[in-house]
């Protein structure tokens, strides 16, 4: 089993709708969690962490259920420039109290007109 | 906010050149950077963690000696890739985290693409 696993998508939907990512890991002692957005050829950017509780920044709200070690992102009111890969990343424990990230191979999101 | 500068953007060389690659936090310290490498339409991929004043440490599978980092100050990485060869081509990136522990989330270097000929 991988350590952070993600639908590949694509998720295809029109502008205005509501989509939603999940992504599962498989340590237990994962200590943080993040949501990054990577656009074609480009670098990752941080679109949001990830808090126990929940969260929300605009139309993007991330949740957090360490219970069933999965996190989630939904995006409401899609745009066209929303359109990407959505990458889900675990910060692990590794041997000698190191906190390793992991990334997803990334869901990617086509937002049409 | 948090700003990497990863330099340079873009490398075509010939095989055998040995490539180096610069990770800088602009804005705060980095006591852990790490190096990725990513394959068109495939995932990144963690080579190694470096951290400042310590020898790196690789992930399975990817060749220190072929990949050599030195993380000698709190604002500086650098990845050489010895005698490159075609099948070394691919998007490098770098991120750096302020702190040692995990809470922190990375920010990302631009990316260098690495084009072996």
């Known amino acids: 089993r991988k350590e952070v696993e993600q639908d590949p998508g694509p998720f295809n939907v029109p502008e205005g709708a509501t989509v939603a990512f999940n992504c599962t890991y498989s340590?237990?002692?994962?200590?943080?969690f993040f949501w990054y957005r990577q656009d074609c050829r480009k670098e990752p950017k941080l679109l949001m962490s990830?808090?126990?509780s929940g969260n929300e920044d605009g139309r993007f709200t991330a949740q957090l259920n360490r219970a069933s070690q999965y996190i989630s992102l939904l995006i409401r009111d899609s745009k066209l420039s929303d359109s990407a890969t959505y990458l889900c990343?675990?910060?692990?424990?590794?041997?000698?109290?190191?906190?390793?990230?992991?990334f997803g191979r990334g869901t990617s999101l086509i937002v049409h007109p | 906010g948090a700003v990497v500068s990863q330099h340079p953007s873009r490398v075509i060389c010939k095989s055998g050149t040995s490539v180096k690659i610069e990770c800088r936090s602009l804005?705060?310290?980095?006591?852990?950077m790490f190096w990725y490498r990513q394959f068109p339409k495939k995932s990144l991929m963690l080579m190694a963690t470096?951290?400042?004043?310590?020898?790196?440490?690789?992930e399975q599978g990817v060749e220190k000696d072929k990949f050599l980092i030195n993380h000698a100050s709190l604002t500086l990485s650098t990845l050489t890739v010895t005698s490159a060869h075609p099948e070394d081509s691919s998007f490098y990136i770098c991120?750096?985290?302020?702190?040692?522990?995990?809470?922190?989330?990375?920010?990302f270097g631009d990316g260098t693409r690495l084009s072996i000929l």
């Open positions: 991120s750096a985290r302020d702190r040692a522990t995990g809470n922190q989330p990375q920010h």
């Open positions: 340590n237990s002692a994962s200590q943080s």
């Open positions: 990830v808090y126990s």
């Open positions: 990343v675990v910060n692990g424990a590794r041997a000698g109290g190191s906190y390793i990230p992991t």
């Open positions: 804005d705060f310290q980095a006591t852990t």
């Open positions: 470096s951290n400042e004043g310590s020898k790196a440490t690789y």
